[in-house]
T-cell receptor
Framework: GEDVEQSLFLSVREGDSSVINCTYT??????LYWYKQEPGAGLQLLTY?????DMKQDQRLTVLLNKKDKHLSLRIADTQTGDSAIYFC???????????????FGKGTHLIIQP | EPEVTQTPSHQVTQMGQEVILRCVPI?????FYWYRQILGQKVEFLVS????????KSEIFDDQFSVERPDGSNFTLKIRSTKLEDSAMYFC????????????FGQGTRLTVV
């Protein structure tokens, strides 16, 4: 079945880079996502990567995808206090071939910023 | 910027009561979803809806749950007889089309069953 795993906590110093890791199981996933959830708020899409790519950069965010190992990472450069949130990795197995229509999320990684 | 809106933000209900959670998806979107997040756990897919019918549902979405698009703007999730374990944050999401990459999520409704 589909499963997405993430470590629960990551603590970094302000100004350092944060690297949040995720592993997934469904090799048919066409898109992989990173969502951010701030306290009391909904899920905000940060970035996504298509499965035929291995890297995507968007300002301070870099997504790396190792499809062979089914490993996804999110790097946040120059981490700020405003980056403090829960980061969810999610996969979409794709809409063809009878796969699930909805996203499968990990449990989320709490990013804690130390001054 | 267009957004998905959900009401109420917090609902408290007694066990056994029916609840209806409401969502207004983004106006030109065609695919609608409900997810739930039990406190401290994963966000879980419940159901997707397209063209006035359920497209896909998870094993969580049993006979106690139903969804409806009663008019051109609202998308509702009904829980017929709530149980304590239904307490969770419920998120609505919408997508422009099935192939589109981005699902837009609402702020969520926190349901507390007492």
């Amino acid at each position: 079945g589909e499963d997405v795993e993430q470590s629960l906590f990551l603590s970094v110093r302000e100004g350092d880079s944060s690297v949040i890791n995720c592993t997934y199981t469904d090799s048919s996933s066409t898109y992989l996502y990173w969502y951010k959830q701030e306290p009391g708020a909904g899920l905000q899409l940060l970035t996504y990567i298509f499965s035929n790519m291995d890297m995507k950069q968007d300002q301070r965010l870099t997504v790396l995808l190792n499809k062979k190992d089914k490993h996804l990472s999110l790097r946040i450069a120059d981490t700020q206090t405003g980056d403090s949130a829960i980061y969810f990795c999610a996969e979409n197995p794709g809409y063809s071939g009878g796969g699930a229509d909805g996203l499968t999320f990990g449990k989320g990684t709490h990013l804690i910023i130390q001054p | 910027e267009p957004e998905v809106t959900q009401t109420p933000s917090h609902q408290v209900t007694q066990m056994g009561q029916e609840v209806i959670l409401r969502c207004v998806p983004i106006s030109n979107h065609l695919y609608f979803y409900w997810y739930r997040q039990i406190l401290g756990q994963k966000v879980e897919f419940l159901v997707s809806f397209y063209n006035n019918e359920i497209s896909e549902k998870s094993e969580i979405f049993d006979d106690q749950f139903s969804v409806e698009r009663p008019d051109g703007s609202n998308f509702t999730l009904k829980i017929r007889s709530t149980k304590l374990e239904d307490s969770a944050m419920y998120f609505c999401a919408s997508k422009e089309d099935r192939a589109n990459t981005e699902a837009f999520f609402g702020q969520g409704t926190r349901l507390t069953v007492v």
